[in-house]
């Protein structure tokens, strides 16, 4: 008799757990249960403050989500397919190369799973090199030892592509595989003669070279412009004002792809359009947690969009 009577009361119990959980998953916590995992990248980078004000917003409108440093832009990627993140920051050059398995994603074919939610702000090509070394064209680079960026990085792609545009291979430079970092460091030892970084500006990186030494950044003019954005059709036009860097005292052209807000199919079109809406209401607090969050506009919100379809719900609120 009393383990009858315990059993009942073990039973009762359990179903009072289960109606809680249940009036609760009905009621108004729900939101609670809609975790979202945020991709973002280097603690030492744009995407993790950005990513974690993004993830800070979403938390005060009714939504549960933590961001998680990673490393960036391909491994987002790769989250997102194996639906290990529900959203990431990614350059949308490499969510291209992604969604038609080119470049990085030739070998594994295309990613299919993937909607985007916005862009957010450019990251600028950038070429930099020393004022005292007379470079001042990327025809100037022929011959010369240049950074290109880590071997397989998307910023590795980008060089490769903008010394295409100029009619320059591998084969008219000394290449050498270095991370921006690893190029910095070669720029200012004089082993290397330029360096590649795409990146936000201003970019921590390149203010610390021109803390010391005047630097150039060399131009892309719209011809070439032109030329890159109709054969990959994520590059924008962009321009690095007067005043970036320090001893910088003018305009340059340059070209930048996006940084953009990616999901999965895990995130519906109710979701999407709850977060977007999160985000671009509060445009104020992601400002404040970096630099690059100024520039993050919802009149911007399509720039560099037109090669992947738009989450239904993202689309309805930045229509």
Not at 163 to 175: C, F, K, N, R, S
Not at 181 to 203: H, I, N, R, S
Not at 269 to 286: C, V
């Amino acid at each position: 008799m009393k383990l009858t009577k315990l059993f009942k009361r073990v039973a009762t119990a359990l179903c009072a757990v289960a109606l809680a959980v249940g009036v609760a998953g009905c009621g108004g916590g729900a939101d609670k249960e809609q975790f979202i995992n945020i991709a973002t990248g280097g603690t030492a980078g744009t995407y993790y403050p950005i990513g974690g004000a993004i993830a800070e917003v979403l938390n005060k409108n009714g939504m549960n989500a933590s961001a998680q440093s990673t490393g960036a832009s391909v491994a987002n990627i790769n989250m997102l397919k194996d639906k290990q993140v529900e959203l990431a920051i990614v350059q949308n050059d490499i969510t291209y190369y992604a969604v038609n398995g080119k470049e990085m994603f030739e070998e594994g074919g295309k990613i299919e799973n993937l909607s985007a939610i916005a862009s957010l702000y450019p990251e600028t090509c950038q070429f930099i090199v020393m004022d005292s070394s007379g470079i001042k064209s990327i025809n100037d680079l022929k011959g010369k030892r240049v950074a290109v960026g880590a071997a397989g990085s998307g910023a590795e792609a980008n060089a490769r592509q903008i010394l295409a545009a100029y009619g320059i291979t591998y084969d008219d430079v000394e290449e050498q595989f270095l991370s921006f970092a690893e190029g910095a460091y070669a720029l200012k030892d004089g082993t290397v003669d330029a360096a590649f970084v795409t990146a936000g500006y201003p970019t921590a990186s390149v203010q610390d070279i021109s803390s010391q030494n005047k630097i150039r950044i060399l131009p892309i003019d719209d011809e070439h412009v032109k030329k890159l954005s109709d054969k990959y059709p994520f590059y924008t036009k962009t321009t690095v004002p007067a005043g970036t860097y320090q001893g910088f005292d003018e305009d340059v052209n340059s070209v930048s792809v996006m940084a953009i807000l990616v999901v999965n199919d895990k995130v519906d079109a109710a979701l999407g359009e709850k977060l977007t809406k999160a985000i671009f209401d509060n445009l104020d607090k992601i400002a404040a947690a970096h630099a690059a969050g100024k520039n993050i506009k919802k009149e911007n919100a399509a720039k560099g969009l037109d090669f992947m379809k738009m989450n239904e719900g993202a689309a309805k609120v930045l229509k």
